[in-house]
Each structure stands twice: as structure tokens, then as C-alpha cells.
């Protein structure tokens, strides 16, 4: 190690919680996580608003809320057009911890890290994570040194296959899909073994690693019915692979936890993070243009014109294509990726007599005013803009689920909730969904064909969750920091992600000041195939409906 730095190593489990670490380790079945909770401390994270990957993950690499570093999601709206793109980090403002350790002269390596593509430069290695445009596998393109990440995948393979549909339509998808998780964490263990291996033989090993395990966020996504026997969801007659589906990979990543401690040197500290937590579905699902429309703030058109046809399109697709078949179609749809989700997600609408609307990403509630001067089509004077806003916000806070709980828990203008350059990307009403008996409340976009109520109650076959029916597990706002080593810094009772980045450089001794008069760099968006590469690979994980 530099003898300037003090070592740090970052095992990064997406979506791990508490809930699951703190009883599974009491079992004895966490060692490796329990020992560096015993040796420091384990405290829950508190994530962003909302708590979701790519706005997460982008405050934990800069220490700025999504309305400084500018993300809130997979996609943005457009400025003044009912259109998205895809962002990725060229949209993100700040530099992150990674650059900032480069810049002092230190040395970093950094594996799956989500909205990192592409990647920046760094002394050392970044691998780009999920949101990468890969077909059959990271390649040497994901990476800050192509030619250093190839000599490490020559002989252990690339960081990542996208091996694994999570839509979740099979039905034996939930018996397989356990062994393809426990597949990966070995394959990204043996690679990080490998990359901190290449990098001491190059005479540059790094002072800060960074290791993103996903595994965690997939099986909690998909298994948290059958690992809680209390979920509205609950399938008694699961396998005993399903019912131990979390431990199992909570066991593994635990085992690649102490693997991965163990070469990088355990007398570094470490820090143990996740970009939020995780907990069960409800049964009931939720349709928030459905209330829009039942509140009379928006209107349907009676024509089925090209956006129902593009969105039928999708649909036809996603429900009749086996998975591979529809991953490859929407792959080759070279450029029309963005356009066509687009098209599906705004679709329908009678602009003229529409007030508000809302893209339905489960990922990010919110709902937009259809804004004259700002829309391509709006409706809403600028006079009238905050009189309608307290209309919809109150309409939110109306709704109820059957039984009369409430359906949104807060609604709330978006410059109550950010502060920053940014905040015009979101929407104009942040809405945080309540929770349904202590389940959460998936938002699945209007099937407009059937006209459903704006609350729906699954049936039986639906309940294992994926694409447009919700996960059966859903994020929370908190997550897990576990630290320990030498002089671990006090995390306090609930510290918060945007804490973690200044913490490590401090703990480093990295400058951690803001720099003043940030230059706010053009977004370098994805090219054509890149655009429906990541189309495919957000649907594939659940992640577009």
C-alpha cells in the first residue's frame, strides 16, 4: 500500500438491510459480517429520495443530494417534450470519491459500480456496472484501462454476463434463478482476487478498492415472500431452495465479503454499504395515471393512435416473446429504444384536457404538470401552475386503498424536497408511496385497454412478481454501514449515504471541499446501440415495465 493513504476497502451490497444481516448473523450464518460489525459498528444508512440505484449510487460516489449531482433515475424526462432518454454518468455533477483519490495520487480500484459508464478516468481499474451497454458480457470498453481490464479477464472472464432475465415470466424462474446468483458472487470474488492480484504485480496496489455486489438487491427483489412467512404474498408451498433463497446469498456474499477482506489486507479499514434496504410487496399494486384520470386531472384519447400502437407493440412483445427473443429484438432496435419507451409511457393522452401526468416508474413517483410554455402541448397557465399543484397534491393524499388506508404516504412540491442546480429533473410532485400494512406499494404503469381501477389487488398467479405486476420485494429508505478497523470513525446513531464518501477520504486523508464554480459538463448520451443495449438490460432487470 502507499504509505501516504490510509487503506480503505468498500463492499458494496445493493439493497442489503438490517433485517436480514442482523438475525442471520445472531444465527451464526454471517461471520465474516459479524465480526466487523463486532469489531466497529453496524448502523442503518439512510438512502435518498428516491431510494433507488442510480440517484443512491451517485450520492454515495459524490456526497451531493440528486438535486446537486443532478441524477434521479434510469431516465429523464425531456426539457419540454413528452419524451425520455437514458442518462448515465456524464449527467452526474461532482467529482467522485474515486477521481478524488486519483487526484491526490492514490490508487483505486472499483468493480460494478452502477451509473459509472462511462467509465472516468482513474489511476487504477473502473469496471462499469449493470447500467453498462454490454451484450454478452462486461468488455474491455466498460472499463477507465481497457488493455489492464482485459489481462484480468483473460483469466477469470468478464466482471459480468447478463446471464439472468428478471422479468421473471417463467414460471421455473424463481427455482433457477438461485444458482445463477450464487454463480456470480464466486465469479465477481475470483475477479477481484484477481484484479488486486494484477495490480501488486504491476506495483500499484490500490489504497481504496470498491466492490459492488448486486445479488443482494436480485434475491431480495424476487425472494421476499418466501423468505418472509408473514407477506401478503407468501406461497406456503414454496421450495425449500425458494424459502432459502436470501440466506443462501446473504451467506455467500458474506463468504466473498471475508475473501475479498482477506486479499486486500485486513488491516485497511472497511466499510460495508448498501445504496438502500429492502422489505416485502403488498398485494396491491397501484395505477397513479388511473387516479389522475379518476380525479378528472387527465384525460384519455379515444383514438388509438401511433403512441397505443408502439405501446402494444412493447407489450405484445414482453408478453409473448420468450425473454432471449425479446431482449435480442429490442437490442436490434438500434436507436428506437428510447423513443419507443417514450411512446408506451406518455402515450394516450389527450393533451389539451390533461392537467398532470406521471411516467409510472416505479422507481420514481412523481407527477408532472402538463406546464403551457414549458410542455410541448400544455394546458396549465403559469398563473394557475400552483393552484394545480395543491389540487393534485390533495387528490394524492385522497386516495385510498380498500379499507381506507392511504395509498401516498407524503406529496410533496419538488423544491421542498431538493436543493440545487437540478431540481427542475424532477417532477414537479415528489410522491413516497405509503406502506400497505408494512408492505410496500408497487406503481405499474395503466394497462389503458382494461381500464383497471387505480388500485388493484393481485391474483394468485401474480404474486411472484416482474414486469408490470411489481417485485414481490421493494426498496426501503434504509440501508446498511457496517465500519471497522483502526480508529473507525464514529458513524453516529443514523448516518446518512451522502455521508460515506466524505467520511472515507477523510479517513484517507483526501481533501474532501467542494470545488467552486463547478463547470457543468454536456451529458454524453449513449449512441444508438448503446441506447438499445441498456434498454434491453434495465428491462431485462425489472427495472422498465
Same mark, same amino acid.
Given at each position: 500500500?502507499?504509505?501516504? /493513504? ?28 459479524? *465480526? ?6 453496524? @448502523? ?9 440505484? /442510480? ?22 424526462? @425531456? ?37 459509472? /459508464?462511462?467509465?472516468? &478516468? ?21 472499463? %477507465? ?15 459480468? @454476463? ?13 427455482? $433457477? ?18 484484479a488486486l492480484a494484477t495490480l501488486?504485480? @504491476? ?45 443462501s446469498v446473504y451467506a455467500a ?15 485497511a479499514l472497511v466499510w460495508v ?5 429492502? +422489505? ?19 384525460? $384519455? ?9 408502439? *405501446? ?18 429490442? *437490442? ?10 417514450? $411512446?408506451?409511457?406518455? !402515450? ?24 403551457? +410554455? ?10 394557475? =401552475?400552483? $393552484? ?20 401516498? =404516504? ?57 414486469? +408490470?405486476?411489481?417485485?414481490? !420485494? ?23 449515504? #451522502? ?9 484517507? +486523508? ?6 467552486? !464554480?463547478?463547470?457543468?459538463?454536456? &451529458?454524453?448520451?449513449? %449512441?444508438?446501440?448503446?441506447?438499445? *443495449? #441498456? ?11
Amino acid at each position: 500500500m502507499s504509505s501516504a /493513504f490510509r487503506p480503505c476497502l468498500i463492499l458494496a451490497l445493493d439493497g442489503a438491510t438490517l433485517d436480514v444481516v442482523r438475525p442471520l448473523a445472531a444465527q451464526g450464518r454471517l461471520p465474516h459480517l459479524a *465480526r466487523i460489525a463486532a469489531e466497529g459498528a453496524a @448502523r442503518p444508512l439512510a438512502s435518498t429520495l428516491p431510494p433507488v440505484t /442510480f440517484p443512491a449510487w451517485s450520492s454515495f460516489l459524490t456526497g451531493l443530494e440528486p438535486g446537486r449531482h443532478g441524477i434521479f433515475d434510469f431516465t429523464q424526462k @425531456r426539457p419540454g417534450r413528452y419524451r425520455l432518454r437514458f442518462v448515465n454518468a456524464r449527467d452526474r455533477v461532482g467529482a467522485s470519491l474515486f477521481a478524488r483519490v486519483s487526484a491526490a495520487g492514490g490508487h483505486v480500484l472499483v468493480l460494478g459500480m452502477p451509473a459509472c /459508464f462511462p467509465p472516468e &478516468p482513474v489511476s487504477g481499474l473502473l469496471v462499469s456496472g449493470f447500467d453498462a451497454p454490454v451484450s454478452s458480457g462486461t468488455d474491455p470498453a466498460c472499463a %477507465s484501462d481497457p488493455a489492464l481490464y482485459a489481462d484480468v479477464a483473460a483469466r477469470v472472464g468478464p466482471w459480468m @454476463r447478463p446471464e439472468l432475465d428478471e422479468s421473471a415470466r417463467s414460471d421455473s424462474f424463481h427455482e $433457477r434463478a438461485l444458482e445463477t446468483l450464487l454463480r456470480r458472487i464466486e465469479r465477481k470474488t475470483e475477479f477481484t482476487c484477481e484484479a488486486l492480484a494484477t495490480l501488486r504485480r @504491476r506495483g500499484t496496489p490500490p489504497d481504496l478498492a470498491c466492490v459492488v455486489f448486486s445479488e443482494s438487491d436480485t434475491v431480495g427483489h424476487h425472494y421476499w415472500r418466501d423468505h418472509d412467512p408473514e407477506s401478503p404474498r407468501h406461497d406456503p408451498g414454496a421450495s425449500a431452495t425458494r424459502r432459502g433463497a436470501i440466506a443462501s446469498v446473504y451467506a455467500a456474499l458474506d463468504a466473498a465479503c471475508g475473501q475479498v477482506r482477506e486479499a486486500f489486507g485486513e488491516d485497511a479499514l472497511v466499510w460495508v454499504v448498501s445504496d438502500h434496504g429492502m +422489505g416485502g410487496a403488498s398485494r396491491h399494486v397501484v395505477h397513479l395515471n388511473q387516479h389522475l384520470a379518476d380525479c378528472g386531472l387527465l384525460t $384519455r384519447r379515444r383514438e388509438r393512435g401511433v403512441d397505443w400502437a408502439a *405501446r402494444r407493440a412493447r407489450d405484445t412483445a414482453l408478453r409473448w416473446l420468450p425473454p432471449a427473443a425479446a431482449q435480442r429484438l429490442f *437490442r436490434r432496435a438500434r436507436g428506437a429504444a428510447a423513443e419507443l419507451e417514450s $411512446r408506451a409511457r406518455f !402515450g394516450g393522452f389527450d393533451w389539451s384536457r390533461t392537467a398532470a401526468f406521471s411516467e409510472e416508474a416505479n422507481t420514481q413517483p412523481g407527477v408532472w404538470l402538463n406546464l403551457r +410554455g414549458r410542455e410541448a402541448a400544455g394546458s396549465v397557465a403559469a398563473r394557475d =401552475a400552483d $393552484r394545480v399543484r395543491r389540487e393534485v397534491i390533495e387528490a394524492l393524499l385522497d386516495w385510498k386503498l380498500p379499507g381506507g388506508a392511504p395509498v401516498v =404516504a407524503r406529496a410533496r412540491p419538488r423544491e421542498d424536497v431538493y436543493h440545487g442546480p437540478f431540481v427542475d429533473r424532477a417532477p414537479d410532485i415528489v410522491v413516497e408511496l405509503a406502506l400497505d400494512a408494512g408492505y410496500g406499494l408497487s406503481l405499474v404503469p395503466t394497462p389503458w385497454s382494461e381500464r383497471p381501477p387505480s388500485v388493484r389487488r393481485l391474483a394468485d398467479h401474480e404474486l411472484g412478481g416482474g414486469r +408490470g405486476r411489481g417485485m414481490n !420485494g421493494t426498496h426501503r429508505p434504509d440501508g446498511v454501514l457496517l465500519v471497522a478497523g483502526p480508529d473507525a470513525p464514529d458513524t453516529g446513531a443514523h448516518p446518512a449515504l #451522502v455521508d460515506v464518501a466524505p467520511s472515507v477520504l477523510g479517513a484517507m +486523508g483526501v481533501p474532501t471541499e467542494e470545488v467552486d !464554480g463547478t463547470a457543468l459538463s454536456r &451529458p454524453r448520451p449513449y %449512441s444508438e446501440d448503446e441506447d438499445a *443495449r #441498456v434498454a434491453a438490460r434495465l428491462r431485462a432487470l425489472g427495472y422498465l415495465e
